[in-house]
């Protein structure tokens, strides 16, 4: 008799020194200019309040959040001191984030005054980010109002403007034209807001060059393993490890249909291994009969479509003492697996990363605290 598994046994596990690692180096790449951490949608899956923690340990003061609720959370572990920015911009009311301590990235010239209109009702200087847009048109100042806003600078009057930043469209891309077009405009955008810090670059844009980096950078991916030269090997260290444990073993003769629709008949006798992993836990669908998983330092294929629960690997080029019931698998691992599987799933590692943190139960390794 086996024990039964614990099919909750399947985990993320996050390094938190590795991150912590990865942190340091871009700080160090782009040092006398300021990195701070971007902890958006629970630190791309990973936990906010964790990954916060472990980054101001290390000596980060400055993070960004997409909206305003995470970053109450994220400000209850931090010092007053730190600085949390609020990317997606003004959409909470002002009180809240003023009582906070949050700091708006502010969106549009309507956000500016109504934040300055805060500031006046509060008598006091409150902090703010100012994002032009140069080429995303997503958020930010368009160009008109960057004009208007350089021509009314009494409107600023009022908030304690901690930098003006702006979002590359093509970071990942070294050889896009684009990514010198954007500096460009925003160096041109810049001369309006003389003595203004300024922030440019995410994770990829570091890797531009020192001309990308101005005062402050704003790494995120790059900080949890992901590789931000996707044209290159990835200089992070990996931060995420992805594991389940086999199921259920069984011995097929050649010719056996494997999983939903029969994608994949066994060539030969072989063992087949079932996980409790399917696309409703976040790994991908698109990966059926195109990824493989890691028993030990042995490579086994990934057979058959992924169900919404389960997986199967074909794991007869083990010894059954390898591989059996209750054996750990590693499903990402590695410096390499999240982009590499992420691609062949045709998406980006970012999307695959966010889509682990809230399915599995997460184990924090390292870090300052407990
Ligand atoms: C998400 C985001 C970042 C971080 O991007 P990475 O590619 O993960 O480093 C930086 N700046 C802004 C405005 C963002 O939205």
């Known amino acids: 008799m086996t024990d039964p598994i614990d099919v909750s046994a399947s985990r993320l596990v996050i390094d938190l020194d590795a991150l912590t690692r990865n942190w340091q180096a871009l700080a160090g790449m782009v040092r006398p200019a300021e990195c701070a951490g971007v902890v958006k949608a629970d630190a791309y899956g990973l936990g906010a309040t964790r990954v916060a923690q472990s980054l101001a340990h290390a000596g980060c003061r400055r993070f960004f959040v997409a909206n305003p609720d995470g970053a109450a959370a994220l400000r209850t572990v931090l010092d007053d001191a730190a600085r949390v920015y609020v990317l997606n911009g003004l959409i909470a009311a002002t009180g809240d984030l003023a009582a906070h301590n949050l700091v708006p990235v502010l969106n549009d010239l309507g956000q500016v005054v109504r934040w300055a209109d805060a500031a006046r009702r509060l008598e006091r200087r409150l902090g703010a980010v100012l994002h032009i847009d140069t080429g995303m048109a997503r958020l930010g100042l368009p160009p008109a109002e960057t004009a208007r806003l350089a021509a009314s600078p009494e409107l600023l009057a009022p908030l304690d403007l901690h930098f003006v930043m702006s979002h590359l469209s093509c970071a990942s891309e070294p050889e896009e034209a684009e990514n010198h077009r954007q500096l460009k405009l925003f160096r041109h955008a810049m001369r309006s807001f003389p003595g203004a810090s300024a922030s440019l670059a995410n994770s990829s844009g570091i890797f531009l060059g020192e001309a990308w980096h101005h005062d402050l950078v704003r790494p995120g991916y790059a900080v949890y393993g992901g590789n931000p030269t996707p044209s290159g090997a990835n200089p992070m260290e990996p931060v995420i490890r992805l594991k389940a444990r ?23 006798a072989t063992r087949l291994a079932t996980l409790p992993v399917g696309y409703a836990d976040g790994y991908p669908r698109a990966l059926g009969n195109l990824a493989h998983a890691f028993i030990g330092d042995r490579a086994v294929p990934v057979v058959g479509h992924i169900s919404m629960d389960l997986m ?30 992420a691609g062949r799933a045709g998406t980006i590692g970012y999307e695959l990363l966010t889509s682990l943190g809230a399915r599995y139960a997460r184990q924090w390794l390292g870090g300052t605290c407990g």
């Open 312 to 341: 199967t690997l074909d794991i007869g080029g083990l010894p059954e003492a390898r591989a059996h019931v209750g054996t750990w698998v590693d499903l990402i691992r590695g410096r390499t697996m999240l982009d590499d599987l």
């Open 246 to 268: 086999i199921i259920q073993v069984r011995e097929v003769p050649a010719g056996t249909r494997v999983g939903y629709s029969g994608t994949y008949t066994t060539k030969r």
